[in-house]
Nanobody, 119 residues
Framework: QVELVESGGGLVQAGGSLRLSCAVS????????FAWYRQAPGNQRELVAT???????TYADSVKGRFTISRDNAKNTVYLQMNSLKPDDTAVYYC?????????????WGQGTQVTVSS
């Protein structure tokens, strides 16, 4: 059973930063691709960023230049560094992962972590 556990959410003022972490329990972490999604109240879940391998990344236009997705294969952890946060970034953020190949989302989800950006 693969488990994804997010942490690092919280309340921050506009312009501030947060780093989300996603700890993954799998023996084949290196073979997984990961993404961060977010969902604001009343909105559909939105793809924010993806990472394949160590360095192949994509970003939603709304976060490009402000957010950075990364992974530490030694720690089985995926990160989302969020800078210059805006109130529109307020949402529950979800980690998503699975074996690389094919489209998004992958098979496994975390429980989500709340990010609230005050103006």
């Amino acid at each position: 059973q693969v488990e994804l556990v997010e942490s690092g959410g919280g309340l921050v003022q506009a312009g501030g930063s947060l780093r989300l972490s996603c700890a993954v329990s799998t023996t084949i972490f290196n073979n997984y691709a990961f993404a961060w999604y977010r969902q604001a109240p009343g909105n559909q879940r939105e793809l924010v960023a993806t990472i394949r391998g160590r360095t192949i990344t994509t970003y939603a236009d709304s976060v490009k230049g402000r957010f950075t997705i990364s992974r530490d294969n030694a720690k089985n952890t995926v990160y989302l560094q969020m800078n210059s946060l805006k109130p529109d970034d307020t949402a529950v953020y979800y980690c998503n992962g699975g074996v690389d190949g094919g489209g998004w989302p992958k098979r496994y989800w975390g429980q989500g972590t709340q990010v609230t950006v005050s103006s």
